[in-house]
């Protein structure tokens, strides 16, 4: 067994289950190629288009790499150890496939998207996400606001779909990313919004200027250190962050909000997003797709309002302030009665952070 020192590395193995075959053929006919393909805990291996990744925190299982090889075929493979902390080591190493292209396209339900497989932790689209922006696309918004939007896969659903779409986050690389990922759905990036900027700063600014919109995507990064040094910790922001886009939002509107932050799961997500709202809120979760087993995706619930008369009263709440990000962590007594929730299926949060 692996010690705590780090020496001695012998990692607890646990089964590696490969993606049902039927599965797999359904996706693909669906327009689908982009999908986890095999999954453990600790290792898993996945598929965007041509190419395969595998990522592993141990020591790589022996024939692996073979065994990959015999269910993608003779694409680009590549495997990165996932290590925490600065530097390149999560850089992923190609073991296959001819040429030495590190960007391909990777294609969900008929839209494509850019992998970039020398870009840092993510390759640009996150797998987990996928019934997510399912969902997105089935609630038909006409105006979507995507905070955090990273390669603005959430925007591209929805613009696809006909939306207008405001695409926020603090990158530009990342909107950059977005841009192309508008022109390779043949979508025009003008009439579309992408604003460099922080979540924080945006939300207010829309909703000083009587923006509403009828969707709005928050999946924020478990940390982030943005412009001056000035630090986001999704556990101290969340409720800021829900409020602020309440003010945004119409009143037949849909929230989302996603994290694959280990210490907000499902419970305590729902906690707090009911702790943070004046209004009775209707919170349901959304279970990962088919490809994530239970606990292996962020945790996930989409929010609109409910009717006033099916749902206690919350009492009224001081507008969000930055000065003092943090509301305190209800304890159960304290929490609001809440409306039944399902309470399997949903996903408690131990992916990888973001
Ligand atoms: C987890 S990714 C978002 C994933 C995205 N929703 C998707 O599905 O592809 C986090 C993104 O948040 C951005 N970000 C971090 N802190 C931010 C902030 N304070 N305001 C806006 N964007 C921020 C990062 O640049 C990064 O692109």
């Not at 965007?48 to 269910?71: C, D, V, Y």
């Not at 695409?167 to 508008?182: H, I, P, T, W, Y």
């Not at 460099?196 to 600014?205: N, S, V």
Request: some cysteine; aromatic content about 6%; hydrophobic content about 35%.
């Amino acid at each position: 067994m692996r010690s705590r020192s780090g020496r001695n590395h012998r990692e607890p193995r646990e089964a590696l289950e490969w993606l049902d075959v039927a599965i797999q053929s359904r996706l693909l006919a669906e327009g689908t190629d982009a999908f986890r393909l095999a999954d453990s805990s600790r290792l898993w291996v996945e598929r965007f288009g041509s190419a395969g990744m595998i990522s592993h925190q141990f020591a790589l299982p022996e024939g692996l790499i073979e065994e990959t090889r015999k269910r993608l075929g003779s694409g680009p493979l590549f495997v990165r150890q996932l290590v925490h902390g600065p530097g390149s080591a999560n850089r992923p190493v190609r073991v296959g496939g001819s040429g030495t292209e590190t960007t391909f396209s990777a294609h969900e339900a008929g839209l494509t998207f850019e992998v970039d497989f020398s870009s840092g932790y993510s390759c640009g689209l996150f797998l987990d996400q996928r019934a997510n922006r399912a969902r997105l696309k089935a609630l038909a918004p006409r105006r979507v606001l995507n905070c955090f939007a990273y390669t603005c896969s959430f925007s591209v659903v929805a613009a696809a779909a006909g939306a207008d779409t405001t695409s926020v986050d603090l990158a530009r690389a990342a909107l950059s990313r977005g841009k192309r990922n508008f022109e390779r759905n043949g979508l025009p990036t003008q009439g579309h919004r992408f604003l460099e900027d922080d979540a924080r700063d945006a939300l207010p600014r829309l909703a000083r200027r009587g923006e509403k919109f009828d969707a709005i995507i928050l999946d924020p990064p478990t940390f982030a250190r943005g412009r001056g040094g000035r630090i986001f910790r999704v556990e101290d922001h969340i409720e800021n962050l829900l409020r602020m886009a309440l003010e945004c939002a119409t009143e037949d509107a849909h929230i989302l909000i996603s994290t694959n932050c280990p210490r907000l799961d499902a419970p305590r997500l729902l906690r707090r997003i009911h702790a943070a709202a004046d209004k009775p809120l209707c919170a349901t979760p959304q279970p990962p797709p088919e490809d994530f087993p239970a606990g292996r995706a962020a945790s996930t619930v989409w929010i609109s309002h409910c009717d006033n008369s099916a749902h206690p009263q919350h009492p009224p709440r001081k507008k969000p302030s930055l000065d003092h990000p943090r509301a305190p962590l209800p304890t159960d007594a304290q929490t609001n009665p809440l409306p039944a929730w399902p309470s399997s299926g949903f996903p408690g949060g131990t992916a990888p952070p973001n």
